[in-house]
């Protein structure tokens, strides 16, 4: 059973330990005979290096904290716990609430906030909020490992408007025979996508030989252009010196799958003619043969290019570009659905941590921060190289900014890290109605998302800097 699962059957069938942490002993002991009469088992201690060493030995489910305590306070106990323990579920208790120190907790971690005197009955209530929280989170990240380790080669992730839409797009297309062309940055994920296409047309894969699931994948600019026709096509035997037998090429060894061709806008334009034919009458003619050859392959391509330009600039043909854009799919940049982000560092994370067979729970606030600022200009593959190295470099169980590339943290260090709250919700607020508006060209669109009125968000941005002609944050 994996540790997550094992997480998980504790919190639904065991009673939840709580660890208190007070330095007066009157409010351990109330808390203490409370929380026992309440079903959970109760461990205290009266300082933050005494609560340490117990969440070192021992698994909690959650923590009550008092903010201020002797030697190490609440905030950094709270930081040191997210570093052995990140699991686990915090509540910060104080006599001295301010607005500073709410925030202040909140950021490093906690999950909520109680002033004293504490409420008994409220307290109770929060406690089993939280852990209900804590449950359904374990359960949803439990059942998404299950999925990645079941689909591990054709998950799409993301959950914002532009991703939607495209896998909206790209189901819709995958049960047919049609030509797709995949276009985005260099790596958004297109060859991901095209596999997506063709397991929604082959649901029940085989991997067999001669199986209609077969997807071969070849890159057209990552092979020299005199080989290229071979490979695609195949040749005959004696077609030229060291040709000692036929030789099938990618379309023949597909069969009835699908053949991805990525980068096509590398194809050399005697190839674009062959390929046209392989469309039209799904005919090839191997390098030495005299007699054309039927095929059935489905083909997906794939260009970061934009082909009508090199239609116009007579690098591409015009016919075989009408041909392969029967139906296009753009995939988005990441810098556009930034709100897909979280998702993706949990799965990249967690992915490669299992290659390395090392224990990551996740990434911090700071670094997460930090993830979410960057522009991305490589997209989810310099993502994706992003946490790799810090997998490969950090002891875990958190990824920190200093486990990040140098290059990230300083050139957005001052957005990540401003002391002024005013300024910072500013920022923010300011990201925000961006992302917004990027995602909705019509305002009122926008206004409604946004829920407030127009007049509002046109105020807003004139206050905020958001010119009227937009562009992407962050880039």
Not at 28 to 55: H, P, W, Y
Not at 248 to 274: R, Y
Request: proline share 5%.
């Amino acid at each position: 059973m994996t540790e997550l699962k094992k997480n998980l059957s504790s919190l639904k069938d065991s009673l939840p330990n709580i660890l208190v942490i007070d330095d007066e002993p009157l409010i351990r002991e109330t808390l203490t005979e409370f929380l026992n009469q309440e079903g959970f088992k109760v461990i205290c201690a009266s300082s933050g290096e005494e609560g340490i060493k117990l969440a070192t030995s021992t698994r909690f489910e959650l923590c009550l904290c008092d903010l201020q305590l002797p030697g190490m306070d609440g905030i950094a106990f709270l930081q040191e716990l997210q570093r052995i323990s990140p699991e686990v579920f915090v509540v910060m208790i104080t006599a001295y609430a301010t607005v500073e120190n709410a925030v202040e907790a909140f950021k490093r971690g906690a999950q909520d906030y109680l002033i004293k005197p504490v409420i008994l009955a409220e307290l109770s209530e929060k406690i089993k909020r939280l852990l209900e929280q804590k449950r359904l989170a374990l359960e949803n990240q439990w059942l998404r490992k299950e999925l990645n380790r079941i689909y591990p080669e054709t998950k799409l992730i993301g959950k914002s408007q532009a991703m939607r839409q495209t896998i909206e797009l790209a189901n819709k297309v995958a049960p047919t025979r049609s030509t797709v062309l995949l276009t985005g940055e260099s790596g958004t994920g297109k060859e991901l996508l095209a596999r997506v296409i063709h397991d929604g047309a082959n649901p029940a894969s085989t991997n067999l030989k001669d199986s209609p699931s077969r997807f071969l994948a070849m890159n057209c600019a990552a092979i020299p252009h005199d080989l290229l026709e071979n490979q695609l096509f195949g040749h005959k035997k004696g077609a030229f010196t060291g040709a000692d037998k036929d030789q099938n090429g990618v379309f023949m060894h597909a069969g009835k799958g699908t053949v991805f061709l990525d980068e096509i806008a590398e194809l050399p334009l005697a190839t674009q003619a062959k390929l046209l034919r392989a469309i039209e009458l799904k005919e090839i003619l191997p390098v030495g043969a005299n007699e054309p050859i039927t095929v059935e392959a489905r083909i997906l391509a794939a260009t970061n290019k934009d082909l009508q330009k090199e239609v116009e600039s007579g690098r591409f043909r015009e016919d075989l570009y009408y041909r392969l854009n029967v139906v296009a799919i753009t995939i988005p940049p990441l810098r556009n659905r930034m709100e897909d982000i979280p998702e993706l560092v949990e799965y990249l994370l967690d992915k490669h941590a299992k290659a390395m067979g090392k224990r990551f729970t996740g990434v911090n606030h700071e670094a997460m921060q930090i993830l979410m600022a960057c522009p991305w200009k490589g997209n989810v593959r310099e993502l994706e190289n992003v946490l790799q190295r810090a997998v490969i470099l950090s002891d875990g169980p958190l990824i920190t900014p200093t486990d990040l590339p140098p290059g990230l943290a300083p050139a957005i260090g001052e957005f990540v890290l401003i002391d002024g709250l005013d300024e910072a919700v500013k920022r923010f607020e300011k990201t925000h109605i961006e992302l917004i508006l990027n995602q909705n060209s019509d305002k009122r669109e926008a206004a409604k998302k946004l829920k407030i009125a127009l007049s509002s968000l046109y105020r807003r941005m004139t206050e905020l800097g958001i010119a009227t002609g937009l562009t992407i944050p962050f880039a």
